[in-house]
């Protein structure tokens, strides 16, 4: 029987696999200063896709250790109904986020969506740390993200499938 540690390196293995993909899909956003893009989908409360290409670092420093407070967040603006939310790295207390300024990841936008009753998509757009204004060009841009994540669910049909067995790692403290 796998243990819950080795379901979850199988399932990074597998997002580790696709990051190449994820990039290449993600180059059409550079040219507009978006220089980050990530994906997760998340089933129920205890399960959750992360394909993004900072994943590997992410578990060199963190482990599983940060995946429930990671999706928290996330999971109650979704609850909340948001289909957006706006965010920046100015909290030196949140160890993921001063992660990520720390490798001049700032400035995002995240997007949304409700698929069915318990699964949930969002889409992450960021920049450098010193590219404040982009926020303008989200707030002016967001049927243009919206379809690039369309365009994203469409080429990555195949790899966001949650129906397949090793992709979906199990949060260790379920939600909620």
Not at 44 to 64: A, S, V
Not at 95 to 120: A, C, Q, S, W
Request: aromatic fraction near 14%; hydrophobic fraction near 35%.
């Amino acid at each position: 029987m796998m243990t819950l540690e080795t379901k979850n390196k199988t399932a990074d293995q597998f997002a580790y696999s696709h990051i190449s993909k994820l990039k290449e899909i993600s180059e059409p956003l550079r040219p507009f200063g978006i220089t980050y893009f990530c994906y997760n989908k998340f089933v129920g409360k205890d399960k959750t896709m992360i394909l993004c290409p900072r994943l590997p670092k992410f578990r060199e420093q963190f482990g599983y250790s940060l995946d429930r407070e990671v999706v928290e967040p996330q999971l109650d603006q979704i609850h909340q109904h948001k289909e957006f939310l706006f965010w920046q790295h100015y909290d030196p207390g949140n160890p993921v986020l001063e992660h990520l300024r720390e490798d001049n990841i700032n400035h995002g936008l995240t997007l949304f969506r409700k698929l069915e009753e318990d699964i949930y998509e969002s889409f992450h757009f960021a920049t450098t740390n010193d590219n404040e204004q982009i926020q303008n060009y989200y707030f002016s841009n967001l049927s243009l993200l919206n379809l690039f994540s369309d365009y994203f669910v469409d080429r990555m049909s195949d790899i966001i499938d949650h129906q397949a067995p090793g992709k979906l790692i199990q949060i260790k403290n379920p939600l909620l």
